[in-house]
């Protein structure tokens, strides 16, 4: 065989693109180990699992000797197929929307066609290699992940000297393309993540977060922010947006063209935000009561004072929400009737299937950080990002990968990814207190089972007008799951809308360009899939079946105030405030 202008050409001039070749491998499997290896939670049942599935192996002798004949015979045919012994097999089919090997070199060549299809073949005896062994579910399905994670990681386009494109790239720019990806690499590490979109173009307060607001309350966990309005006359009721503790709160601000903010505040809202800060160590021993009466409740009660409001209106995103779910027992026991009505953002009530990511939590886990908690500790956000990154690897990891290091380009700005990389630390009691009850136990689905701030919670007895949002393509809180919120909520005033795309994309969907659809469906029957088969698609943005839903909870239109907060709760510093400028190391 003829060797193609983009494979390696033997000879002396050929050893530095190899030693730079060489180095780059080097780095995808350094990177290997940080991103499949290294997020393995230390301690969990993960290798329980797999001597669970290596023993079913090893006791279904028949079916294993079957697939690796099998796999044997495909093996024989791909490479007979490339000598041209014998006539060329089908390719095993990638899976829909892969685009690892869509350009047209992997076609092109025989050599890196014949790589293709060997990790194909490979992927695809891996995956009916689990599927075939005697084992539990739960077992199998924590197995088939990180196999997942595994064939994925090994993909052949993630390593330079079987990636067609890199070679020819390489050979075009002499070597600069590696060269370059080098010196992205360095600098990613020394961030401790990889860039997902050219970070130098975004900067919290210049171009990002620029909604015009004042924070008028803070304490060591949180900003409040109050916003400018817009309107000469506003609604008399403001609301309140509780954001996940996890990423920043500017998701929901991000630039003026795709700010919810912005655009709530133009529709007449008095918006206050919660800016949650970054743990630092001295606040490790942080509790989700913490959260509770030190964050929502206090929140809500300076919103109450400054706005001179019996009730306002409450928004909780993500974690967000299940804070703010657990933060309406207490007020419940407390009788504070300080909300007219309160929406979940893609949020979870009912966590028995919260998605891939309760690979990454078990009991043994749990456990260690229990006994950890007197002694506090900081949850790195860096850590929890990766581990979201693995739920779509393809997509979140090895596609930047091979982009950034190993083709040596900068990826395109894009504000939703510099945020998805702009994480926020944790402390280790509240997280901890979060795994055990929700993704655990599930104990917010089920009456009395936990308590917060010595209450007991239980989410049947809210009685509030409830609006529920979740995004058909949620790989975080899947929109089945969060539907269950409509059959276990007591009130009899929740409405479920179900919006198109992902977790963030979803959510964050702009008025203006009128993209993607929602649906909606006044009735509640206890499927979901029955609920979505009744559905009427609508058009454009979510955010105006709320803003119609909202309005009515926000009572009559007043003047605008001249400027924020009041004698007690005086302007500290312009929006953002410091808290979200606040960077998470390596």
């Given at each position: 065989?003829?060797?193609?202008?983009?494979?390696?050409?033997?000879?002396?001039?050929?050893?530095?693109?190899?030693?730079?070749?060489?180095?780059?491998?080097?780095a995808?499997?350094?990177?290997?180990?940080?991103?499949?290896?290294?997020?393995?939670p230390?301690?969990?049942?993960?290798?329980?699992?797999?001597?669970?599935?290596?023993?079913?192996?090893?006791?279904?002798?028949?079916?294993?000797?079957?697939?690796q004949?099998?796999?044997?015979?495909?093996?024989?045919?791909?490479?007979?197929?490339?000598?041209?012994?014998?006539?060329?097999?089908?390719?095993?089919p990638?899976?829909?929307?892969?685009?690892?090997?869509a350009?047209?070199?992997?076609?092109?060549?025989p050599?890196?066609?014949?790589?293709?299809?060997?990790?194909?073949?490979?992927?695809?005896?891996?995956?009916e290699?689990?599927?075939?062994?005697?084992?539990?579910?739960?077992?199998?399905?924590?197995v088939?992940?990180?196999?997942?994670?595994?064939?994925d990681?090994?993909?052949?386009?993630?390593?330079?000297?079987?990636?067609?494109?890199?070679?020819?790239?390489?050979?075009?720019?002499?070597?600069?393309?590696?060269?370059?990806?080098?010196?992205?690499?360095?600098?990613?590490?020394?961030?401790?993540?990889?860039?997902?979109?050219?970070?130098?173009?975004?900067?919290?307060?210049?171009?990002?977060?620029?909604?015009?607001?004042?924070?008028?309350?803070?304490?060591?966990?949180f900003?409040?922010?109050?916003?400018?309005?817009?309107?000469?006359?506003?609604?008399?009721?403001?609301?309140?947006?509780?954001?996940?503790?996890?990423?920043?709160?500017?998701?929901?601000?991000?630039?003026?063209?795709?700010?919810?903010?912005?655009?709530?505040?133009?529709?007449?809202?008095?918006?206050?935000?919660?800016?949650?800060?970054?743990?630092?160590?001295?606040?490790?021993?942080?509790?989700?009561?913490?959260?509770?009466?030190?964050?929502?409740?206090?929140?809500?009660e300076?919103?109450?004072?400054?706005?001179?409001?019996?009730?306002?209106?409450?928004?909780?995103?993500?974690?967000?929400?299940?804070?703010?779910?657990?933060?309406?027992?207490?007020?419940?026991?407390?009788?504070?009737?300080?909300?007219?009505?309160?929406?979940?953002?893609?949020?979870?009530?009912?966590?028995?299937?919260?998605?891939?990511?309760?690979?990454?939590?078990?009991?043994?886990?749990?456990?260690?950080?229990?006994?950890?908690?007197?002694?506090?500790?900081?949850?790195?956000?860096?850590?929890?990002?990766?581990?979201?990154?693995?739920?779509?690897?393809?997509?979140?990891?090895w596609?930047?990968?091979?982009n950034?290091?190993?083709?040596?380009?900068?990826?395109?700005?894009?504000?939703?990814?510099?945020?998805?990389?702009?994480?926020?630390?944790?402390p280790l009691?509240?997280?901890t207190?979060?795994?055990?009850?929700?993704?655990?136990?599930?104990?917010?689905?089920?009456?009395?089972?936990?308590?917060?701030?010595?209450?007991?919670?239980?989410?049947?007895?809210?009685?509030?007008?409830?609006y529920?949002?979740?995004?058909?393509?949620?790989?975080?809180?899947?929109?089945?799951?969060?539907?269950?919120?409509?059959?276990?909520?007591?009130?009899?005033?929740v409405?479920?809308?179900?919006?198109?795309?992902?977790?963030?994309?979803?959510?964050?969907?702009?008025?203006?360009?009128?993209?993607?659809?929602?649906?909606?469906?006044?009735?509640?029957?206890?499927?979901?899939?029955?609920?979505?088969?009744?559905?009427?698609?609508?058009?454009?943005?979510?955010?105006q079946?709320?803003d119609?839903?909202?309005?009515?909870?926000?009572?009559?239109?007043?003047?605008?105030?001249?400027?924020?907060?009041?004698?007690?709760?005086?302007?500290?510093?312009?929006?953002?405030?410091?808290?979200?400028?606040?960077?998470?190391?390596?």
């Open positions: 065989m003829s060797q193609s202008s983009t494979e390696p050409q033997a000879g002396s001039e050929s050893q530095p693109y190899q030693a730079f070749l060489q180095s780059l491998t080097d995808n499997r350094k990177l290997l180990e940080n991103f499949v290896g290294g997020m393995r230390a301690g969990d049942s993960q290798p329980k699992a797999f001597e669970q599935f290596m023993q079913g192996l090893m006791g279904n002798t028949q079916q294993l000797v079957g697939l004949s099998s796999y044997y015979q495909q093996q024989m045919d791909l490479w007979m197929g490339l000598l041209g012994t014998r006539e060329k097999q089908p390719n095993p990638a899976s829909k929307g892969d685009r690892r090997f350009a047209p070199e992997w076609a092109q060549y050599f890196y066609d014949y790589i293709k299809q060997q990790y194909l073949l490979s992927a695809k005896w891996l995956n290699l689990v599927d075939g062994v005697p084992m539990d579910d739960p077992t199998r399905v924590k088939g992940f990180y196999t997942q994670q595994f064939i990681a090994m993909s052949p386009s993630n390593f330079a000297l079987t990636n067609p494109e890199v070679i020819k790239l390489a050979l075009d720019t002499k070597g600069e393309s590696l060269a370059e990806g080098l010196r992205k690499l360095s600098e990613d590490m020394a961030k401790g993540h990889i860039s997902m979109t050219d970070e130098s173009q975004f900067a919290v307060g210049e171009n990002l977060a620029v909604t015009p607001g004042t924070v008028v309350f803070e304490s060591p966990l900003q409040l922010i109050q916003y400018t309005p817009t309107t000469a006359q506003v609604y008399e009721r403001p609301v309140l947006f509780v954001p996940p503790a996890v990423n920043k709160y500017y998701l929901m601000d991000l630039q003026p063209e795709n700010s919810m903010v912005r655009h709530f505040v133009a529709q007449g809202y008095t918006v206050f935000m919660v800016s949650w800060r970054s743990i630092t160590p001295e606040l490790g021993k942080l509790t989700w009561d913490d959260y509770v009466e030190s964050g929502v409740i206090k929140a809500a300076v919103v109450r004072e400054i706005s001179k409001q019996d009730k306002i209106n409450v928004l909780g995103f993500c974690i967000g929400g299940v804070i703010l779910a657990t933060t309406l027992a207490v007020m419940k026991a407390r009788e504070l009737d300080w909300f007219e009505s309160v929406t979940f953002m893609t949020s979870l009530i009912d966590h028995t299937e919260p998605g891939d990511i309760k690979q990454f939590v078990d009991e043994e886990l749990v456990k260690k950080r229990e006994a950890k908690l007197a002694e506090g500790g900081v949850i790195s956000g860096k850590e929890l990002a990766r581990a979201f990154s693995m739920l779509r690897a393809n997509d979140l990891i596609n930047y990968v091979v950034n290091y190993l083709k040596g380009k900068t990826p395109p700005p894009f504000d939703l990814l510099y945020w998805n990389n702009d994480s926020a630390n944790l009691p509240m997280h207190f979060f795994l055990r009850n929700m993704y655990l136990e599930n104990n917010l689905a089920k009456p009395g089972a936990m308590s917060v701030c010595g209450v007991p919670v239980d989410v049947a007895k809210y009685d509030w007008p409830i529920i949002f979740a995004a058909r393509e949620d790989h975080i809180v899947p929109w089945q799951s969060a539907y269950r919120g409509t059959q276990l909520l007591g009130s009899d005033k409405r479920y809308v179900l919006g198109a795309s992902g977790h963030i994309a979803g959510s964050i969907n702009p008025v203006g360009p009128n993209k993607r659809n929602y649906w909606v469906n006044d009735d509640h029957p206890a499927d979901a899939d029955s609920w979505l088969a009744g559905a009427e698609s609508r058009p454009g943005s979510w955010w079946d709320w119609n839903w909202l309005a009515p909870q926000s009572g009559k239109q007043v003047a605008a105030p001249k400027k924020p907060g009041n004698t007690r709760y005086k302007a500290i510093e312009p929006a953002p405030g410091a808290y979200v400028k606040a960077k998470v190391g390596a």
